[in-house]
């Protein structure tokens, strides 16, 4: 669905990867979940178009890629009429206040799993549910 060039040939995006873990999200609707991340993670958005997006947070970066370019990816099959994605993984951002993501997300309209709570491991967090179904987990320290 993109109009012109990426920001960056893919090729070249893929070689400057070269260590650490890598998340590359499937989701329905780039937008919606530039808009889910950046208001409720306050994440930042490197490069969105329709297709893929890269997103930032605490020195992390992850992809967003539309379903429909996966048309021809091994994956196509494991994610073809499935509504809820991630399911049993918690996407953990660190040094996003839970508070502050909790109070964006009723905002906004998306589900609060968990409200904001310190928890016996350090942290307090929340939980909050993407339109894709994948549950963010915003914490800092206690």
């Not at 990867?17 to 409720?40: E, I, P």
């Not at 660190?94 to 904001?116: H, I, K, M």
């Amino acid at each position: 669905m993109r109009e012109g060039d990426s920001w960056i040939p893919a090729d070249e995006y893929g070689r400057s990867l070269k260590q650490g873990l890598g998340v590359n999200l499937l989701v329905k609707d780039v937008s919606k979940a530039v808009q889910f991340q950046t208001k409720v993670l306050e994440a930042e958005t490197v490069y969105a178009d329709p297709d893929f997006a890269v997103m930032r947070a605490g020195g992390t970066e992850w992809m967003l890629h539309a379903d429909h370019t996966y048309r021809d990816h091994e994956m196509a099959g494991v994610i073809s009429g499935v509504d809820i994605r991630g399911l049993g993984a918690e996407l953990r951002l660190y040094g996003r206040n839970p508070d502050a993501a909790e109070a964006a997300a009723r905002e906004g309209g998306w589900t609060v799993l968990a409200g904001s709570a310190d928890k016996p491991h350090g942290q307090r967090e929340t939980h909050i549910v993407d339109d894709d179904g994948y549950v963010w987990v915003p914490g800092i320290p206690i």
